[in-house]
């Protein structure tokens, strides 16, 4: 797996629209079995019987060949960090062992998990805003599997599952994105409380119950009953090009109402990141979201977004570790990450004022 | 950040509450959580946490205390209470009864709109087109005319031994 993985740098070099605000779009189908029981009360022999089968009928669809397919018992604990710090699977599909698994693509484009909540989750991810392309891929290989696995499917209630808060289409809609504008400008209360008013919910950076860390926000679907995947792809899609309107709008009312504020914390920044010798996960990530904005601002001539958006990978705990032969321990996790990071800045001089030639776009 | 309730202590447990459009925050000290039992996890039914307050009652009303079992996987109404999740999909049939309602508190519908697969939509034309011509031959017998009558009876009884065909779910 560690070696199946892309190197960050390779990660961090992937580019799609809209990818200034939008880290990442991603489209999830939960689908589950017809005659086993959820994952989540089936025992230990019947998710294994579960994971046997959809590993057969995955693995040979001729699309995913050549993928990456296991159960969980068999990665190592860093090995499911990993995967967890991308963002392919989840922290409680990362706590599962036996009878659990994952399959994925070369690209990471498509990841699998079996066994998680449902016993088929499915993901397509794609770099900036890319909802349809994301969701005509995955929909192309649901279509494919459904001839090869005998689905839960309901004619009233369409495709159950473990929780009936998936049921119907048991889609999950969502983007990453960065919003340092709307953070400095305080009107992130407010954006997500109309979000919410739609019927959207937006989280942290890993999910359900997690920090905003980094100004990174998630914006998802919740309803997946009586509404089609058409219908729920386009809210979303609408919704997300009005964040970025606003995103924008809050950076170009910062730069002409308070640069001094703005310069004065993406300097800091960069003061922190290029002179520490001990720094934490968090306040890395805090301080690499205001870099990657003065880099958007260009107030780092010659400064690509990839160097902040690889170093936001590489100090994550399980990257780090992989970088290193023995054990760390949190204190010299916070000792190597600021040595990575300053190492890296050495070549990156002090930010000024953005230059004329940036706006919105790209 | 001191607690909020005793106005003494660190505060390490912090909570928010939207109602509304309004958000609350509470942050308090690992004491007065522990006496307002908001970390005591028997306090909050799970279920109730991850589908919003009152979704367990609603189920719990549906079946009056009677303790419904799942035939296919030997779930019940309590553990549907402490998991907030289902046994198993024939559980949705066991338990169908209050389900709308609390479907209703968390979609836009209580009808599946979207993809079907192929193995269900064929089915699903075929009832359909059933259900179309059962209504034409009641116009044709109210109109009495029963050569079209004998027609439709024709096609309704073709459909119907092809949907009761095995292989035909």
Request: with cysteine; hydrophobic share 40%; aromatic share 4%.
């Amino acid at each position: 797996m560690k070696d199946f993985l892309a190197p960050a740098s390779e990660v961090a070099r992937r580019t799609g629209p809209q990818d200034r605000i939008v880290l990442s779009s991603r489209v999830r189908l939960a689908r589950n079995l017809r005659g086993f029981s959820f994952p989540g009360w089936a025992k230990k022999p019947e998710r294994v019987q579960v994971y046997e089968r959809v590993a057969a009928a995955v693995t040979s669809l001729p699309s995913l060949q050549g993928c990456f397919c296991d159960t969980l018992d068999r990665l190592s604990t860093l090995e499911k960090q990993l995967l967890v710090e991308r963002h392919l699977i989840s922290r409680e599909h990362a706590a599962k062992s036996t009878g659990s698994g994952v399959v994925l693509n070369r690209e990471e484009t498509f990841c699998l998990m079996i066994n998680e909540e449902d016993h088929l989750r499915m993901q397509s991810l794609r770099p900036g805003l890319q909802f349809r392309e994301a969701w005509a891929e995955l929909d192309a290989l649901d279509t494919e599997l459904e001839s090869r696995l005998e689905y839960a499917f309901h004619r009233r209630l369409g495709y159950l599952t473990a929780c009936p808060t998936n049921v119907g289409t048991g889609i999950r809609v969502s983007a990453m994105l960065h919003l340092p504008g709307l953070v400095l400008t305080e009107q992130i209360n407010g954006v997500v409380q109309s979000v919410n008013k739609l019927g959207l919910a937006v989280r942290g950076l890993y999910g359900e119950g997690t920090e905003a860390l980094g100004n990174v926000f998630q914006v998802s679907n919740q309803m997946t009953l009586g509404e089609s995947e058409q219908t729920i792809l386009e809210k979303l899609d609408k919704v997300l090009r009005q964040i970025i309107e606003l995103e924008e709008n809050a950076r170009a009312t910062l730069i002409e109402k308070n640069p001094k504020m703005v310069y004065n914390h993406i300097g800091r920044a960069y003061g922190i990141l290029a002179n520490a010798h001990i720094i934490a996960s968090k306040e890395a990530m805090n301080m690499l979201s205001l870099m990657r904005l003065g880099v958007d601002l260009g107030m780092f001539p010659g400064v690509d977004r990839s160097l902040t958006d690889e170093l936001f990978l590489l100090i994550q705990p399980g990257h780090l570790q992989l970088l290193h032969q023995e054990k760390l321990q949190a204190e010299e996790r916070d000792i190597l990450r600021a040595d990575l990071i300053r190492n890296r800045l050495k070549t990156v001089s002090r930010p000024g004022p953005p230059l004329p030639s940036t706006g919105p776009g790209g | 950040m001191k607690c909020c309730v005793c106005k003494e202590r660190e505060a390490t447990v912090h909570l928010t509450q939207i109602v509304g459009d309004k958000m609350q925050k509470l942050d308090l000290c690992e004491e007065c959580a522990r006496s307002k039992g908001v970390n005591d996890p028997t306090g909050f039914s799970l279920a109730d946490l991850l589908l919003g307050l009152g979704a367990s009652q609603e189920m719990e009303q549906a079946t009056k205390g009677g303790e419904l079992k799942c035939p296919q996987c030997g779930f019940s109404q309590a553990d549907f209470k402490k998991l907030g999740r289902f046994g198993c999909p024939e559980c949705y049939e066991t338990f169908s009864e209050g389900l709308d309602n609390l479907l209703k508190t968390m979609h836009k519908g209580t009808r599946h709109v979207g993809k079907v697969p192929a193995a269900f939509s064929g089915v699903q034309t075929m009832k359909e087109r059933l259900e179309r011509l059962q209504q034409e031959l009641a116009r044709a017998i109210q109109e009495e005319n029963f050569e079209r009558a004998a027609v439709l009876r024709d096609e309704i009884k073709n459909l119907q031994a092809r949907l009761t065909a095995p292989g035909a779910r």
